[in-house]
């Protein structure tokens, strides 16, 4: 039986009068995405229509899912929001505080001791507020989300970027920081722009070595790292209903490298099959009863074009393997072609290691797939050339792997078999040597590849590309290698070629797991007491951010101007310093160390103004805060990409910075920003990023007449006395400058509370 099925069923009977009207009203047939999103309409029947990109619209999630790095500061939030309980259906998941260094006994067993403190908070906040806890050990929130929580046709929201993971069930599912995630559970409406719709037609059918995973890896070539922004991508046709369950969560999963809102897939048998497998016959026989509002209208997949706005079309007949990378996941390239690229750029061709597993590719059938590959190491007498790992996405896979014999073949070949976590993902490896920053080629099958993102070494190329390929290449040890065609010389001396990859969608025998791991909360948690030391370097309780003082901002320093590519991971970097997530004075001391000065080209470096000498940008930012002036941050393209990660828009704030100037945004980036009291701006101009200097001072001249669609004006002083006037827009609506004038949007809640 499903968790929250009489929520789900209340969705459904909801649905179709709904999905109805809105279609009365919008006057053409609906997509998927639209039938979803008019039947979460926080004013319930939907009665107008709403322009895409353009139209603010609040929205009534059915969930909310939380990971145990950004939880800390999303429930730290919640404390002050004056609620007994939350208002809907809301998890927490204990994944990416597990380092992977030794095996996943060991480093799951080092993990609870050296991060119990946090683990303990976590657990004794959502058993005080009603919240599903899942212990370390259970798994990675998307996986264990799809295996228990996802359904067709629903609408959640996640404090993390992945979350779009469970479109692969068919939810619009949509990944936000945490104060969003505060508002949905204190009980009030999630804002979000009507997105743009992409459409992505798939004929033909996958076979032999294409895998989904090199769908999104196509759709990441075609539409780069900022051509989904402010979109939902939804996919359909016959190479579609032909795919798993699993495979779609993959291709959803990855939808976040390209910017986009969020993706998903139509219901289909393959979703029926999942749900089922999954003890979910329930959640399968309630949507079978509305299956055709659980998928796009047949009008609008027969002539796409009328009804996106952008259309794809990607014959998985002629799709072939691919490898993203280095440095950038949408750096797309066939392996047909990879020899050729890697020469021609001078990649090392030696791969160090090959991982597979993660939050993206660890469904049953990844695992089952690859281990056919693994399989033919022993079979045909070869000999793995790459260190390999495996990294599990839940328990349930990974008792139900081991019990199917998967575990035992990759330990012939010589596999480590990480903890049920994220591990090297969001870089928490301890990578042997990996402090000697030599260049090095991995591949693995994950969704990012940034500059130091799995081990912290910035030369460290990193491929993308599905499990069974990697396994091959690791096999191989050699980024050159086609496993299409080439063929590998064994123990014996013998050529040998690999067979194509098999493996069963879902497992022939079921799932199983002794202990998935879910701790369900109190049914009263009004005595449950949660306490955070005042000495804990791991835990601290917040302070309201101050109000606005209703005057412009002047005499604002410039506290760094980035160049290129500055991505949450830059801003706020993961690793060793998620120990730090749940506080946020020890972990601003992480703020913008990763960003490039424009004006030396270094990471960590920039003008202190009052001093004229050079330190970190967070010692700087400190000592602008402590003399009482504010400062700025001015920034290129996409700005805030990758994860949704709060933290990167909480520090700032703490630190004294009031604007972030930029030629664009991110979408969660922007909107975590205008939720911390900041303010998010966007050249005009996009020139005027060149007249910016190292010793700007910055004075708003009409901030007191703040106003939806109205720019701002910024007079950047140089040091010589001269000028320049710079003009910059900005996306506020009324609401969201009543956050900025509340000093945080937490502020207007906590208000609320009080009432």
Same mark, same amino acid.
């Given at each position: 039986?499903?968790?929250?099925?009489? @929520?789900?069923?209340?969705?459904?009977?909801?649905?179709?009068?709904?999905?109805?009207?809105?279609?009365?009203?919008?006057?053409? *047939?609906?997509?998927?995405?639209?039938?979803?999103?008019?039947?979460?309409?926080?004013?319930?029947?939907?009665?107008?229509?709403?322009?895409?990109?353009?139209?603010?619209?609040?929205?009534?999630?059915?969930?909310?899912?939380?990971?145990?790095?950004?939880?800390?500061?999303?429930?730290?939030?919640?404390?002050?929001?004056?609620?007994?309980?939350?208002?809907?259906?809301?998890?927490?998941?204990?994944?990416?505080?597990?380092?992977?260094?030794?095996?996943?006994?060991?480093? #799951?067993?080092?993990?609870?001791?050296?991060?119990?403190?946090?683990? =303990?908070?976590?657990?004794?906040?959502?058993?005080?507020?009603?919240?599903? $806890?899942?212990?370390?050990?259970?798994?990675?929130?998307?996986?264990?989300?799809?295996?228990?929580?996802?359904?067709?046709?629903?609408?959640?929201?996640?404090?993390?970027?992945?979350?779009?993971?469970?479109?692969?069930?068919?939810?619009?599912?949509?990944?936000?920081?945490?104060?969003?995630?505060?508002?949905?559970?204190?009980? @009030?409406?999630?804002?979000?722009?009507?997105?743009?719709?992409?459409?992505?037609?798939?004929?033909?059918?996958?076979?032999?070595?294409?895998?989904?995973?090199?769908?999104?890896?196509?759709?990441?070539?075609?539409?780069?790292?900022?051509?989904?922004?402010?979109?939902?991508?939804?996919?359909?046709?016959?190479?579609?209903?032909?795919?798993?369950?699993?495979?779609?969560?993959?291709?959803?999963? @990855?939808?976040?490298?390209?910017?986009?809102?969020?993706?998903?897939?139509?219901?289909?048998?393959?979703?029926?099959?999942?749900?089922?497998?999954?003890?979910?016959?329930?959640?399968?026989?309630?949507?079978?009863?509305?299956?055709?509002?659980?998928?796009?209208?047949?009008?609008?997949?027969?002539?796409?074009?009328?009804?996106?706005?952008?259309?794809?079309?990607?014959?998985?007949?002629?799709?072939?393997?691919?490898?993203?990378?280095?440095?950038?996941?949408?750096?797309?390239?066939?392996?047909?072609?990879?020899?050729?690229?890697?020469?021609?750029?001078?990649?090392?061709?030696?791969?160090?290691?090959?991982?597979?597993?993660?939050?993206?590719?660890?469904?049953?059938?990844?695992?089952?797939?690859?281990?056919?590959?693994?399989?033919?190491?022993?079979?045909?007498?070869?000999?793995?050339?790459?260190?390999?790992?495996?990294?599990?996405?839940?328990?349930?896979?990974?008792?139900?792997?081991?019990?199917?014999? $998967?575990?035992?073949?990759?330990?012939?070949?010589?596999?480590?078999? $990480?903890?049920?976590?994220?591990? *090297?993902?969001?870089?928490?490896?301890?990578?042997?040597?990996?402090?000697?920053?030599?260049?090095?080629?991995?591949?693995?099958?994950?969704?990012?590849?940034?500059?130091?993102?799995?081990?912290?070494?910035?030369?460290?190329?990193?491929?993308?590309?599905?499990?069974?390929?990697?396994?091959?290449?690791?096999?191989?040890?050699?980024?050159?290698?086609?496993?299409?065609?080439?063929?590998?010389?064994?123990?014996?001396?013998?050529?040998?070629?690999?067979?194509?990859?098999?493996?069963? !969608?879902?497992?022939?025998?079921?799932?199983?797991? =002794?202990?998935?791991?879910?701790?369900?909360?109190?049914?009263?948690?009004?005595?449950?007491?949660?306490?955070?030391?005042?000495?804990? =370097?791991?835990?601290?309780?917040?302070?309201?951010?101050?109000?606005?003082?209703?005057?412009?901002?002047?005499?604002?320093?410039?506290?760094?101007?980035?160049?290129?590519?500055?991505?949450?991971?830059?801003?706020?970097?993961?690793?060793?310093?998620?120990?730090?997530?749940?506080?946020?004075?020890?972990?601003?001391?992480?703020?913008?160390?990763?960003?490039?000065?424009?004006?030396?080209?270094?990471?960590?470096?920039?003008?202190?103004?009052?001093?004229?000498?050079?330190?970190?940008?967070?010692?700087?930012?400190?000592?602008?805060?402590?003399?009482?002036?504010?400062?700025?941050?001015?920034?290129?393209?996409?700005?805030?990409?990758?994860?949704?990660?709060?933290?990167?828009?909480? =520090?700032?704030?703490?630190?004294?910075?009031?604007?972030?100037?930029?030629?664009?945004?991110?979408?969660?980036?922007?909107?975590?920003?205008?939720?911390?009291?900041?303010?998010? #701006?966007?050249?005009?101009?996009?020139?005027?990023?060149?007249?910016?200097? !190292?010793?700007?001072?910055?004075?708003?001249?009409?901030?007191?007449?703040?106003?939806?669609?109205? *720019?701002?004006?910024?007079?950047?002083?140089?040091?010589?006395?001269?000028?320049?006037?710079?003009?910059?827009?900005?996306?506020?609506?009324?609401?969201?400058?009543?956050?900025?004038?509340?000093?945080?949007?937490?502020?207007?809640?906590?208000?609320?509370?009080?009432?």
């Amino acid at each position: 039986m499903a968790f929250d099925i009489e @929520m789900i069923k209340k969705v459904y009977d909801n649905m179709t009068t709904r999905v109805d009207k809105a279609r009365e009203i919008v006057g053409h *047939p609906l997509t998927l995405t639209e039938k979803i999103l008019y039947n979460h309409l926080w004013d319930g029947m939907p009665s107008k229509a709403f322009t895409r990109g353009a139209d603010y619209v609040d929205f009534a999630p059915d969930r909310v899912a939380c990971q145990d790095a950004t939880a800390q500061m999303a429930l730290l939030q919640f404390m002050h929001a004056g609620k007994s309980k939350v208002a809907v259906p809301t998890t927490v998941h204990c994944d990416h505080l597990i380092q992977a260094k030794v095996d996943a006994v060991t480093d #799951l067993a080092r993990a609870k001791t050296q991060s119990n403190e946090v683990f =303990e908070f976590l657990s004794s906040v959502s058993n005080k507020y009603g919240i599903g $806890f899942w212990k370390p050990g259970a798994g990675i929130i998307h996986q264990v989300v799809l295996e228990n929580y996802a359904f067709p046709g629903g609408m959640m929201i996640g404090t993390d970027s992945h979350t779009v993971n469970a479109g692969g069930l068919g939810m619009v599912a949509i990944g936000v920081g945490g104060a969003d995630a505060v508002d949905v559970m204190s009980g @009030m409406a999630w804002e979000l722009k009507f997105p743009k719709l992409i459409g992505v037609k798939l004929t033909g059918k996958l076979s032999g070595w294409t895998a989904p995973k090199d769908v999104i890896l196509k759709v990441a070539g075609i539409l780069t790292v900022k051509g989904g922004t402010g979109a939902i991508v939804e996919y359909f046709g016959e190479g579609a209903t032909a795919m798993s369950c699993t495979g779609k969560g993959t291709i959803c999963n @990855m939808g976040a490298e390209i910017g986009a809102t969020t993706s998903t897939f139509g219901y289909d048998d393959s979703m029926s099959r999942y749900l089922r497998s999954t003890d979910r016959a329930d959640v399968a026989d309630a949507a079978d009863k509305i299956a055709p509002y659980l998928t796009g209208d047949a009008e609008v997949y027969a002539n796409p074009e009328l009804y996106f706005d952008q259309v794809i079309e990607i014959n998985l007949d002629e799709l072939e393997p691919h490898l993203n990378g280095p440095f950038t996941p949408d750096l797309a390239t066939p392996i047909s072609k990879m020899k050729e690229e890697a020469i021609k750029n001078n990649w090392p061709l030696k791969i160090e290691v090959g991982l597979i597993g993660s939050c993206t590719n660890s469904s049953y059938e990844d695992i089952a797939r690859a281990a056919s590959i693994a399989k033919q190491v022993t079979d045909k007498n070869l000999k793995i050339k790459s260190e390999f790992t495996i990294t599990p996405g839940s328990e349930l896979v990974r008792y139900t792997i081991e019990r199917d014999g $998967f575990i035992d073949i990759f330990d012939k070949m010589g596999a480590t078999v $990480f903890a049920n976590a994220c591990g *090297p993902c969001i870089g928490m490896w301890d990578r042997e040597g990996a402090e000697k920053e030599e260049r090095n080629t991995i591949v693995h099958s994950f969704n990012r590849n940034f500059s130091k993102r799995a081990d912290g070494n910035p030369n460290t190329l990193a491929f993308v590309g599905s499990p069974e390929l990697v396994t091959a290449l690791a096999i191989a040890g050699d980024l050159s290698f086609n496993p299409l065609t080439d063929t590998l010389i064994n123990e014996n001396g013998e050529e040998v070629k690999l067979d194509d990859p098999t493996g069963n !969608e879902l497992p022939p025998r079921g799932f199983d797991a =002794e202990d998935p791991g879910f701790q369900a909360p109190a049914e009263d948690g009004s005595g449950v007491q949660v306490s955070v030391s005042e000495t804990s =370097e791991r835990l601290q309780l917040l302070a309201p951010f101050l109000p606005w003082d209703g005057k412009n901002i002047t005499g604002a320093k410039l506290l760094i101007k980035a160049f290129g590519k500055c991505t949450t991971d830059h801003i706020s970097m993961a690793g060793p310093w998620l120990r730090f997530r749940g506080h946020l004075d020890n972990i601003s001391n992480n703020m913008l160390i990763g960003a490039i000065n424009a004006f030396n080209q270094k990471p960590n470096t920039v003008k202190n103004q009052l001093t004229g000498t050079y330190d970190a940008v967070p010692a700087v930012a400190r000592a602008y805060k402590a003399a009482g002036v504010p400062s700025i941050v001015v920034g290129d393209h996409n700005y805030g990409e990758g994860s949704s990660r709060e933290h990167a828009a909480m =520090e700032p704030r703490f630190l004294g910075v009031k604007a972030v100037l930029v030629k664009s945004f991110a979408r969660i980036h922007e909107t975590n920003l205008k939720k911390q009291g900041l303010l998010g #701006l966007t050249f005009a101009n996009e020139a005027d990023y060149d007249k910016i200097q !190292e010793d700007d001072t910055i004075n708003f001249t009409d901030l007191v007449d703040f106003a939806p669609g109205k *720019p701002l004006t910024l007079e950047f002083v140089h040091a010589d006395g001269t000028k320049d006037i710079i003009l910059a827009n900005h996306t506020y609506n009324e609401g969201q400058i009543g956050w900025f004038v509340a000093g945080s949007a937490l502020n207007l809640i906590a208000a609320a509370g009080k009432v």
